[in-house]
């Protein structure tokens, strides 16, 4: 069974830096698209940044300059560098991903979710 498990959530200061991981276990043939999405309350899961398995990147306009995507492909790992945090960002934040069975079939999975709280 495939899990995407997300960590380095927290507590921190606005204008404060924080990074996310989330890493893929199981049985895993390829990932192709990997990303980040945040839910805060009362409001709509959206989508923050998302790279794929050429390095292409695509970010929200609320978080371009601010945040970045990478991914280590060795390690099924994708990460979210966050800088210059702002209160508005404080959400559950959940990773995504995109697998690819040997035959070419697409599963989709997301993570738990783990909270960010951008607060003084």
């Known amino acids: 069974q495939v899990q995407l498990v997300e960590s380095g959530g927290g507590l921190v200061q606005p204008g404060g830096s924080l990074t996310l991981s989330c890493a893929a276990s199981?049985?895993?043939?390829?990932?192709?698209?990997m990303g980040w999405y945040r839910q805060a309350p009362v409001k709509q899961r959206e989508l923050v940044a998302t790279?794929?398995?050429?390095?292409?990147?695509n970010y929200a306009d609320s978080v371009k300059g601010r945040f970045t995507i990478s991914r280590d492909n060795a390690k099924n790992t994708v990460y979210l560098q966050m800088n210059s945090l702002k209160p508005q960002d404080t959400a559950v934040y959940y990773c995504?991903?995109?697998?690819?069975?040997?035959?070419?079939?697409?599963?989709?999975?997301w993570g738990q979710g783990t909270q960010v709280t951008v607060s003084s």
């Open positions: 995504n991903a995109d697998l690819i069975r040997r035959s070419g079939y697409r599963l989709n999975y």
């Open positions: 790279a794929n398995s050429g390095g292409s990147t």
């Open positions: 199981g049985t895993i043939f390829s990932i192709d698209v």
